[in-house]
């Protein structure tokens, strides 16, 4: 990328410090007047930072809650939302992936609200309430960008709902290389593809504009030029636009949210545990390809453009070159090998979440579905 660029993009932005270093989160805390903190936090992640991110709270009343699962699910935030509430913080902090963050996200929201949660995780009610405190989000991973997302991924007995408010995103947000450079290679590898499907998926969206597809596009253009050094090589100038391109597909997909290989990623998740950035790795290819066939020239465009920021002309060389990428980030390209068979193609379909579908550029039908459905496991055979 340009120097201009460079410049233009990594600033102190609404209390949003992205390669910054830490040092910010002290005066964060002070600017919130905070006495009392409940920090929701990855137990992993925090025991990896914990002489780096320690030292800013022990000034602090703080309550820890990390007693909670991958992906995030309705009794871990129910548990997590008692003792925010028996604790009652003045300020709110989230530290790790994007369980993590959406797990910080749906607590700090849905403590302070009269209607019933799974109501409006369900999408029954709309009849939201702010937030009683602020909440200040510091991923470890470069791949979510929930930091930047208005919505939070939440499980009831394994099916995905996607809870939505402008109430829930955070305030307040560090995202920084001191915070993801120790991610194992698998980790690195499975957040670097979440952010690549979803600025994909943005892109092509049936909301996007103007503002989504900038972000879109220069997230796909610094993941594709730093990726490989940053998981492979650990070089800090190529972790730090990965943390960039990152928080750029979360302010990407906040505007437009995610499309199909979102959609059928979810049972792999909950069904068969392959970790989200692994599944949507497996689904964007065949969407990709089934979308091109049955889409209009406006459509076509935009996947050209795709194949254009990776360097090939065709569909089946940018599934080889998919491929590829995801070997070299030690991403398993066998999905049989997670025990899933062709008679879960079923499962998977059941499972879509209809909101993200809406949300794809063209129209697919259930038949269309299982053609991508059966394309990835062709694909990924």
Not at 76 to 89: A, E, M, T, V
Not at 192 to 206: H, K, V
Request: charged share 20%; glycine share 4%; with cysteine.
């Amino acid at each position: 990328m340009g120097q201009k660029f460079q410049r233009k993009i990594i600033v102190f932005e609404n209390h949003k410090f992205i390669n910054q270093g830490l040092k910010p989160l002290e005066q964060l805390i002070k600017n919130f007047n905070s006495k009392k903190i409940f920090i929701i936090n990855s137990k992993q992640a925090y025991h990896s930072l914990h002489s780096k991110i320690s030292p800013f709270f022990k000034p602090y009343d703080c309550q820890f809650f990390d007693k909670f699962e991958d992906n995030p699910n309705i009794e871990d935030i129910k548990r997590g939302i008692k003792l925010y509430n028996d604790f009652s913080p003045d300020l709110c902090v989230a530290i790790g992936g994007g369980s993590a963050l959406d797990m910080g996200k749906s607590i700090n929201f849905l403590a302070n609200q009269s209607e019933s949660i799974e109501n409006l995780i369900m999408g029954k009610s709309k009849n939201f309430l702010e937030p009683k405190v602020s909440l200040i989000a510091l991923p470890t991973t470069a791949g979510t960008g929930a930091e930047e997302t208005s919505f939070s991924v939440i499980y009831i007995e394994k099916t995905k709902y996607s809870l939505s408010s402008k109430f829930i995103k955070p305030n307040s947000i560090i995202a920084d290389i001191s915070l993801v450079y120790d991610m194992p290679k698998y980790l690195a590898g499975c957040s670097s593809f979440d952010a690549l499907t979803q600025s994909i998926e943005s892109y092509w969206a049936r909301g996007s504009d103007s503002k989504s597809s900038f972000y879109a596009i220069e997230s796909i253009k610094l993941i594709m030029d730093n990726m490989i050094d940053a998981v492979n090589n650990k070089k800090t100038s190529n972790i730090k636009k990965m943390v960039l391109a990152s928080n750029f597909s979360g302010k990407a997909i906040n505007i437009t949210k995610t499309t199909v290989a979102h959609a059928l990623s979810y049972s792999l998740t909950s069904y068969f545990k392959i970790p989200h950035g692994h599944s949507v790795a497996f689904f964007l290819p065949p969407s990709l390809k089934i979308t091109f066939e049955i889409a209009d020239q406006k459509v076509k465009s935009k996947i050209n453009n795709i194949l254009n920021l990776f360097g090939v002309y065709t569909i089946d060389d940018f599934i080889k070159k998919w491929k590829e990428l995801m070997k070299t980030c030690d991403l398993n390209t066998n999905i049989f090998s997670y025990g899933l068979t062709s008679n879960d193609k079923e499962l998977i379909i059941s499972k879509v979440n209809p909101e993200r579908m809406n949300n794809h550029p063209v129209e697919l039908s259930r038949q269309n579905l299982k053609q991508i459905v059966s394309e990835m496991f062709y694909i990924f055979s």
